[in-house]
C-alpha cells in the first residue's frame, strides 16, 4: 500500500522551531520530487519547499526562504522540513508530496497532513 505519513506538526510559540517528517511507504521516494505544500483556512493550497529527485536542487516560496529548509533522506525513504523562526502566519496545515513524471504520464502522492499552529 502506498503512503506518505507526516508528523511532528503541533502548537508552537512565535519564535520556535519544528521538524516535520513525511516517511513513505510501498514506494521508493529516491525518484521523486519530493514538495512541502501548506494550506490555511479559507485560503488555497501553496507550495512551501521542493527538492528535485537528482541534485537535490531546493526551492522556496519568499514567503520562507531563510527559515525553512527541506531535506531528503533517500536511505530512510523520507523527507523533511525543518522550520525555524515560526511566525502565526506559518500557521497550516502541510502536506508533503511526491511527484514523478513519466512519458504521458505522471504519478502523484499525498500525505494526510499535520497541523501546525504558531500563537502565543
Known amino acids: 500500500q502506498v503512503q506518505l505519513v507526516e508528523s511532528g506538526g503541533g502548537l508552537v510559540q512565535p519564535g520556535g522551531s519544528l521538524r516535520l517528517s513525511c516517511a513513505a511507504s510501498g514506494f521508493t521516494l529516491s525518484s521523486y520530487a519530493l514538495n512541502w505544500y501548506r494550506q490555511a483556512p479559507g485560503k488555497e493550497r501553496d507550495l512551501v519547499a521542493s527538492i528535485t529527485s537528482v541534485g537535490g536542487v531546493r526551492n522556496y516560496a519568499d514567503s520562507v526562504k531563510g527559515r525553512f529548509t527541506i531535506s531528503r533522506d533517500n536511505a530512510r525513504n523520507t523527507v523533511f522540513l525543518q522550520m525555524n523562526s515560526l511566525k502565526p502566519e506559518d500557521t497550516a496545515v502541510y502536506y508533503c508530496?511526491?511527484?514523478?513524471?513519466?512519458?504521458?504520464?505522471?504519478?502523484?502522492?499525498w500525505g494526510q497532513g499535520t497541523q501546525v499552529t504558531v500563537s502565543s
Open positions: 508530496n511526491a511527484f514523478l513524471r513519466r512519458v504521458g504520464t505522471s504519478v502523484d502522492y
